[in-house]
Structures are given as C-alpha cells and as structure tokens.
DNA sequence: GTTTGTTCGCGTGCCGGTCA
DNA sequence: TGACCGGCACGCGAACAAAC
C-alpha cells in the first residue's frame, strides 16, 4: 500500500543517523548478522540525500532498532533466553525489521512517495531539518527520485563496499587507515568477521571479533585509551526497565561487574548465584538484571497459582481434574490469576502484567506471595532454568539434547523435520526407557535442561505423590501470555498438553516457529536431505566419505562446520547446530547448486547407496521457519536493493 | 592435479565456583 | 555483592588424507 504524501516527513539523513545511533546504541544486536548491518546502511544509503521519505519506513527502522526488544515482555523472555537461542531468535527479528525497512526504502526510492514540499528546497532544506515534523506537507509534490549516489566516505575510502567507514562511534573517533583493507587501523577482516588486534609490548593482544569493521574499530579504540565512557550515573532506566543503581559498585549498577572488559550481571536467587549474561555496556547487564527480576516475579506467581491449585482437594486422578476446575483467585505477586473454564481450566497470566509488578514493590513488601509453600519455593529454582528453555521454544529442541535418554529424543530437532520416532508412547516407559517424542498423535516439545524433560511441563511432589504442572507460552500477536494448564499425572499427559495447546496456537497463521501437531504416519526411516532451504539450493555430496550429506559441511564434535576453500585454504563458515543451516551458509558463501543438479544427483547417490536416502524441500512457515525465513527476506532485499541501484555486500564465489 | 573431507591444536571467552 | 580464578566448550585455521 502506497503510504500518503502527508505521511511523508522525514529525511533521508534523520534515517540514517537514526540507524548510525541503533548500532552504536545496541551494537551487540546489530553482530548478530554483519551482512544485515551493512545492508540497512546500504539500504539508506540508496536513498537521495535530502529527499523526505515516509514515516512508515521510519516505524519500520525504530521495529529495526528495537528488534531485541520488541514485544514488551517478549524482551524479557529473550534477554533470558541462553545467548545461542537468543542469538538466533534475534537474528530472525532484525531479519524481518530490515526486510520491511529496505521495503519501505524501496518505497520510498522507486514509487512515487517521495515526496518534497513546495515550498522550500528539496535538499538542502530537508536536509538541515533535525526534528520530525507532522505538518507544513499539504502543498508537497511526488517526486520519483533518482538512484542516491554513494556518500563521499564511502566513496573516497573504500570503492566497491557497499558501507562508509564511519570516523567516530560510541563517544570515541576511531583509529582510520588507509593502507588497511577495512579503513581501520588494528581491524583486519577474518572469514567474514572482523578481528580487533592491539600491539602492546611487543605482543599482539587479541580485542575480540565483531560482525562489522566498525565496531571492531570500536574496541581497538578502546584498547588505546581513547574510551570515553559514558555518564553511567545518569543512565537510570532503559528498555522500560528501573536500573538498580550502587554506589558501591564500580559499574554503577548492582549486580553488574567489570569482566574481562566486559559487563557480567548476576543475580542472587535462593541463595545461588544465577548468571545472566556478558554485555558490552554496563547498561546493557543493568537492564538484563532488572528483567530478570521481573521474570522471576511472573514465575513465581505462576508457580505459586500452581501451589494453590495443587492444595484444591484432589479426588483421584486426572478425570477428575480435568473435569473440575478449581477456580480459586490466587493473589500472587501482586497478580491476580484466575482459572478460564472455557479454556479448558487454564488460566492466562499475563506476562505483560506480571512484568508491571517492578521488583521495589516487591522488595518493598508492598504485596506478598499468597502462602507458597516451601516445596514450590524449592522447585522455583528448578522451574525458572526450565521455564528459560521452555521460552526458547521458538527454536527447535537440540538433536543431541537428552544424550542418555536414548533415540527417542535424539530424533527430534532435525530442521523442523518430522523425524522418525520410534518411541512407543505411553507414559510406562518414560522413566526407564527414555523421553517419549509422541503422544496422542502430538510430537511433544524436549527440553535440554528441565527436569522432566519436556518444555513447560514441572514437577511438583504433592503429599508424597509426583505431579505433573503444564504451562505454556503463547504470543498472541501482541505481548506474551503465560497460560497455566492443569496439573497432570504424568509428565507425558502435561506435555501433551502443552504440545496441544501450541498447536492451537500456531494453527491461527503459518509463523509458528516449531513444528507441531499430528505425528506423521509414515515418518522417513533417517533424517532426508534437505535440497532446499532458506530459499538456497543447497549441495548434496555425492562423495563416499562425506559424512553429512552436504559438500563444505562436516561434522564438528556435536555441531557441523561450513568451510570455503580459498586460495586453495579452508576458510570457516561458521559452526551450526545442524547440518542444513551449515550447508545454507556454504551455499550462500559460494552460490547455489545448479538448479536441477547436485540435490537430485545427491539424492539419487543416497538412494543408491543406501536405499534410504531423501531430498525434500523446505520452505519457510514450517518447522524451519525460525531460519527459513532470513535468506528469503535477505534474497528479498538484495532484489530491492539491485533495483535501486546497490547490492547487499555478499561473498564472492 | 585438483577438490573436498578429516583431524588436530591453539586461542578465546563463557560460565561456574570461591573468597573477601 | 563484587572480584577473581579456572575449567572447558567452541571457533577457527592449518596440515594432512582421501576422493574425484
């Protein structure tokens, strides 16, 4: 839809600066993935300087800008989430902010929405104009604008990329060079990456590898003492969050401690020290401590619903409390919960309140837990590493997570795959044999670090009888609901219902990261080869001693590396959970597979040689999704991007 | 001879434990 | 609560082997 001329108010340098200040501000979120850093500064780029753009694209880059934040108290869940989850997680959000960015670009450049007022002069006068303005548009023209030019840095300092080099970020000015490929001194690209090196004494001390040149210009800045730190004190709240501030501490925040140059955030639970994390500013470890209070606050009033619920006289088995809904309103946390009968007994707390309820009111005694008895304190500990995993459901369950639980497990987690499982369900075997994978023709989701193995699903000993609590997460197109499912005698049955209650969700519309549902009744003998994925063509190996299926990919201890030859040297890929997301980054590295070539040559091979062999294709929307959908907006962009006049930085086959 | 796969070793930094 | 320390997993490149 082509946005009005009257929404059109902002200039192509406000976006910019806008985005120069989301990566200096974040610029943990923006090393996720290099090639979308320099592509949204492509992307602006290709805008004419001076020209108005429209407000739409700029909501689009603040989406950007906010990406690891968006969603409210989906923040809070993923800035606990492991850091390789979360990793991917937001990679796949500012995957989807960019792609809508460069859109509204390409709106802005190639339809006519570009629009300059009458009135004054198209560029210089845009130009100069620092806040947003709502107004003065109603005589504006639509221009169609030319192909924006390549800003002055980026042509006078590195012909052929796509990035200008900037000369200051993060409050400091960065070392420049002209005889160093990247522009900066101490910066040297490795595989992609940026490496920052400081010679000291004679030695030459390793700053750390960045996903852009300048942010490991940053770091070598900093290793030379031309640091500016920024006024820590007056930096009291951020991303919605009241910051812990002490005087005691040397970074000015509790919980936070200077580590190895970076920021470590802990926090005491129970007793026992819980990390959070290692951040690049203080601010950032401030924020990830304060949201972790408030996560433990919406576990703990879940939890501590589930403690009353349990106290609701049982009469036998789970009959009789699936058909009866206790219906108590529990006060807990400052929360009031309380049970949905339509919803099948389940109560939803919302996570967006329970995150409300900011830890000096808890601290400050202003509302107390409602009897939580010592045994759910206990479990409390063990519910809130769980729930962590449980959260991260997005991204599928780890092959090899549940080593020792037998195949069961292991099956599940293969790209999104519907694997073989061979388990046999029902409850009987789960203790002994290993973790059940389907039940009630539902796969059911694996947790690496839970206790019952399963995600959502907690144990609780009541009166000496083991109980089964199912919760699960769902978002629901606005903020994250926590929804308490019942209490089941056996981990299999509550993980079944959480296993259902996905499914329903993720029935509403075709995003739901995780594949779940029906159990196939045919399921392939071995995991297939995928020839297809994240809108790549990927190459099968025909070769005898390739060991996964995939040219360039091999196995790495547990994972699977990628590898280029160049110059007749292996350069790495980067190293991946599975063996489809390592060939992705090959194919993206060298080019595709020729369209009708390799995959089905691989596959006929595999046929061949072991009878069992198979090619399928993945597309987004399935269990893939979480990663299917990067390249395609990425192949998406690139295709904008060539239509205006620029290319995404790429490597060369 | 070239290309691709495997193995190995090193450096880095994450993460848990301990102590003041 | 903060600071320090150590173990270990992981990323990466180099060297070598194997296949084409």
């Known amino acids: 839809m082509q946005p009005s001329t009257a929404d059109a108010v902002w200039t192509t340098e406000e976006l910019q600066r806008f985005v120069q200040e989301a990566r200096t501000a974040d610029p943990r979120h923006f090393k996720m993935d290099h090639e979308l850093a320099e592509a949204i500064t492509a992307a602006t780029d290709k805008v004419r300087p001076g020209v108005r753009v429209t407000r739409a694209a700029l909501e689009l880059l603040t989406e950007l800008a906010s990406a690891p934040t968006a969603g409210g108290a989906l923040a809070g869940v993923l800035q606990n989430l492991d850091e390789k989850h979360r990793r991917r997680a937001i990679a796949v959000e500012a995957a989807v902010a960019y792609a809508r960015a460069v859109e509204a670009a390409e709106r802005a450049a190639v339809e006519p929405v ?11 006068a845009a130009g100069a104009a620092g806040e947003p303005r709502e107004q003065g548009l109603a005589s504006s023209q639509t221009i169609v604008p030319p192909l924006a030019p390549r800003t002055e840095a980026l042509a006078a300092s590195e012909p052929g990329r796509t990035a200008a080099v900037a000369t200051e970020a993060e409050g400091l000015r960065l070392h420049l060079s002209s005889s160093n490929s990247t522009g900066y001194r101490g910066v040297y690209e490795d595989s992609g990456r940026f490496q920052a090196q400081h010679w000291v004494d004679g030695r030459n001390a390793y700053l750390g590898t960045f996903g852009s040149a300048v942010e490991a210009a940053v770091a070598y800045a900093r290793a030379v003492g031309e640091y500016q730190p920024p006024p820590v004190a007056a930096v009291t709240a951020a991303e919605g969050f009241q910051l812990h501030m002490s005087s005691s501490n040397a970074t000015g925040y509790t919980g936070v401690s200077l580590e190895r140059g970076r920021f470590q955030a802990r926090r005491v639970v129970n007793g026992r020290q819980v990390y959070l994390g290692v951040f690049g500013t203080a601010v950032e470890a401030a924020v990830a401590y304060a949201r972790h209070g408030r996560l433990r606050a919406a576990v703990e009033a879940a939890v501590a619903y589930e403690a009353a619920v349990a ?16 219906a108590p309103v529990v006060e807990a946390e400052g929360l009031q919960l309380q049970p949905e009968a339509a919803a099948e007994e389940a109560v939803e707390v919302d996570v967006a309140v329970m995150v409300a309820v900011d830890d000096e009111e808890e601290e400050g005694g202003a509302v107390e837990a409602v009897e939580v008895v010592e045994a759910v304190a206990a479990e409390l500990e063990r519910a809130q590493g769980q729930l962590r995993d449980w959260l991260s459901a997005p991204v599928v369950a780890p092959a090899e997570s549940q080593a020792g639980h037998g195949s069961a497990a292991s099956v599940v987690g293969q ?16 203790a002994a044999v290993g973790l059940v994978t389907e039940s009630e023709g539902y796969r059911l989701h694996l947790s690496s670090t839970g206790s019952t193995g399963y995600l959502g699903v907690f144990r609780r000993e009541d009166c000496g009888r083991l109980k089964f609590v199912a919760m699960v997460s769902l978002h629901d197109g606005h903020r994250m609901r926590l929804t308490y499912l019942g209490v089941f005698p056996t981990a299999v049955k509550a993980a079944v219902a959480v296993a259902k209650a996905k499914l329903q969700s993720s029935s509403g519309g075709p995003s739901s990261a995780v594949q779940v549902g029906p159990v196939p009744t045919a399921p392939p003998r071995r995991a297939p080869l995928v020839a297809e994925a994240e809108g790549l063509r990927l190459h099968v190996s025909s ?24 110059d007749g040297k292996a350069v790495s890929l980067g190293t991946f959970d599975t063996a489809v997301e390592a060939a992705v980054a090959y194919a993206r590295a060298v080019g595709q597979a020729p369209a009708q070539g390799s995959a089905a040559a691989g596959s006929e091979a595999l046929d061949s040689d072991e009878g069992e062999g198979e090619v399928v294709a993945v597309g987004s929307g399935d269990g893939g999704a979480a990663l299917g959908g990067l390249a395609a ?21």
């Open 114 to 124: 570009v629009t300059v007022p009458a009135a004054e002069p198209a560029a210089g």
């Open 543 to 566: 070769r005898s001693n390739n060991t996964t299926g995939y040219t360039g990919v091999v196995k790495h201890g547990s994972r699977f590396k990628a590898q280029d030859r160049r």
């Open 311 to 326: 106290r609701q006289p049982e009469e036998g088995e789970e009959e009789e409390e699936e058909g009866e809904a206790p």
């Open 633 to 653: 907006l990425q192949a998406r962009a690139a295709e904008a991007l060539h239509r205006m006049g620029g290319d995404l930085p790429r490597h060369e086959p």
């Open 415 to 430: 790209e999104g795959m519907m694997a073989g499982a061979e388990a046999e369900g029902g409850e009987e075997g789960e």
